[in-house]
């Protein structure tokens, strides 16, 4: 019951301040997953920096670790040899740190831009909820931990690891140079296909490096779609993307995109003796990627999403070919 001047009023809702009414929700952004387990029991204060190394957006780091996962399986397939079980551990640890330092380390470069885009404008930086000093601390111990992943191969692998620094470095800074900065991240997320066959054999070859072009092709691809929730704030922004270079051929653009990945797979595949089970494998991530190019809308942002977090659905229809057969051959 509340009193004023005029005598009792009756029981109702409690009114809200015009301020906390517009204040803005950071406890889920635009296109983060609902209902995280790390969300529902982290502390609050937690909360901005699993943002900003993509605990909320889980589809990344597992785009960033299925060609290590690939590459692993496909050299396990060339060459005989069991499964690499402890490797496809610790890509998964390195996947998941690796991929929140990146994505930190693209939020502090960028966090000017990510201002005036509807879709990051409430991400930590730019809405202040996390400090640019801050953030370069979760950054440094995000690569700590990929770091200690790294160490656990080979020194060859070791060496390779470390030259993927360069595109990772450069990568925040394409969009403002070029319409075609999904090749560079491309290049960078696509580096497992060839960390998953050198921390096997110690070396490298042609299935790998062929591989290696296939996941670039998938990955620009993907990031196209992804890119058409940001294409009007972006033209606004002055910054390029291949979803802005292809325009009203987006759809074209991505299938080309596709069907040169899968080319390249392919060639992969025969270059490393794969049988039976990758080559389903690969029908079936083909049968998944012409379902994404038919349902490709430039209009439709929340669809534009959903088909780009099914990458990882196809992704992992790759690797279950590749997986049966390399279990098939460790146990005949």
């Not at 929340?302 to 790759?318: K, T, V, Y």
Request: with cysteine.
């Amino acid at each position: 019951m509340t009193k004023s001047l005029s005598g009792p009023q009756a029981p109702g809702p409690r009114a809200r301040s015009p301020s906390a009414e517009a204040a803005p929700d950071f406890t889920a952004l635009p296109d983060s997953v609902a209902g995280q387990f790390l969300f529902r029991f982290a502390p609050k204060s937690w909360r901005p920096f699993l943002q900003l190394a993509r605990i909320d957006r889980p589809v990344g780091w597992w785009l960033l670790l299925l060609p290590c996962w690939w590459s692993s399986a496909l050299a396990s397939v060339s060459q005989g040899q069991p499964p690499h079980w402890g490797h496809l551990i610790l890509f998964l640890v390195g996947a998941i740190a690796m991929r929140g330092a990146g994505s930190t380390y693209n939020d502090i470069v960028d966090r000017k831009i990510d201002a005036m885009v509807e879709r990051t404008r409430r991400r930590p930086l730019p809405s202040g909820r996390v400090s640019v000093t801050a953030a370069k601390v979760f950054l440094a111990g995000q690569c700590l931990v990929g770091l200690a992943v790294l160490l656990s191969f080979n020194a060859f692998t070791i060496a390779l690891g470390f030259s993927s620094l360069l595109l990772v470095g450069v990568y925040p800074f394409m969009k403002r140079i070029t319409s075609w900065p999904q090749a560079i991240l491309g290049g960078a997320f696509a580096w497992g296909a060839l960390m998953g066959w050198a921390g096997a054999i110690g070396s490298l070859a042609l299935a790998p490096a062929l591989l290696y072009f296939g996941a670039i092709f998938w990955t620009i691809g993907y990031d196209t779609i992804y890119a058409l929730q940001d294409v009007k704030d972006d033209e606004r922004a002055g910054i390029g993307s291949t979803a802005l270079f292809f325009g009203g051929r987006v759809r074209i653009g991505v299938g080309i995109l596709y069907g040169a990945a899968l080319i390249c797979i392919e060639a992969a595949f025969l270059a490393a003796g794969a049988g039976a089970w990758p080559q389903a494998g690969l029908a079936g991530f083909a049968a998944h990627l012409a379902w994404q190019v038919k349902n490709i809308d430039p209009d439709r942002g929340a669809n534009a999403l959903r088909l780009f977090r099914s990458n990882r659905d196809a992704g992992l229809i790759l690797f279950a070919g590749l997986g049966a057969e390399m279990i098939l051959l460790s146990i005949a």
